[in-house]
């Protein structure tokens, strides 16, 4: 069984559809914690609906970045997790998480890479006027939304389309691109367990 983290600062509309694609296609996974850094997220919310524990911090509480990611790589530590998905986090992560799970942190963001990185990528590429746009899931390195493209899928900007309408095209997408990367890493690491024993 795979252990997976779910890092969010928002909705969490990505990490449900995680959860619910574990649940409902019998992924050999579970989501053993959610991560957030704003007590206020939506997030949280899904996380008691689904029973999935929660580990919740104020960044202004810590002095430093590593402080905090070294709290968070114990908690990790204690449930066991294997890979981590960023969804929706909306924090560079550090080299103390880096270092602890190299290989290990996986992301989603709404462009294709390396359009449009950073914040509010829907709007940077409706506002640029290109007709093509979409998503990536792809490795976390220390840049911003820079590591090793995982896979992507692309997303027609047409003449009616407004930037709400485009948004809801791209949830649409990630929420079906974000499992199936999912589910392609879960049986990885099964296999690599296979071998190990
Ligand atoms: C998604 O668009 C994701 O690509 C980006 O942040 C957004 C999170 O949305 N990194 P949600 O919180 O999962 O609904």
């Known amino acids: 069984m795979t252990k997976i983290a779910v890092f969010a ?24 914690i959610l991560i957030s850094d704003q007590p206020d997220a939506y997030a949280i919310t899904r996380a008691e609906h689904l029973g999935i524990p929660v580990f919740v ?41 880096l270092t602890a799970f190299a290989g290990k942190i996986v992301n989603i963001h709404p462009s294709l890479l390396p359009a ?21 899931v792809h490795l976390v390195d220390e840049g911003m939304d820079t590591g090793p493209i995982i896979d992507q899928e692309s997303v027609r900007i047409d003449e009616e389309d407004t930037r709400d309408t485009l948004q809801k095209k791209i949830q649409q997408i990630e929420h079906q691109l974000y499992p199936k990367v999912m589910k392609q890493l879960v049986s990885a690491a099964a296999k690599r367990e296979e071998v190990k024993k």
């Open 9 to 32: 600062s928002g909705s969490g509309s990505n990490f449900q559809a995680l959860a619910e694609a574990i649940q409902t296609e019998g992924v050999p996974a579970e989501i053993s």
């Open 57 to 97: 911090f104020r960044t202004k509480e810590y002095s430093s970045k590593a402080e905090f990611e070294g709290l968070i790589v114990e908690k990790l530590r204690e449930a066991g997790v294997d890979i981590i998905f960023l969804a929706g986090y909306m924090r560079l992560i550090g080299e103390t998480l």
């Open 116 to 136: 449009f990185p950073g914040k509010d990528a829907i709007g940077q590429a409706f506002n640029a006027g290109v007709k093509v746009t979409g998503v990536t």
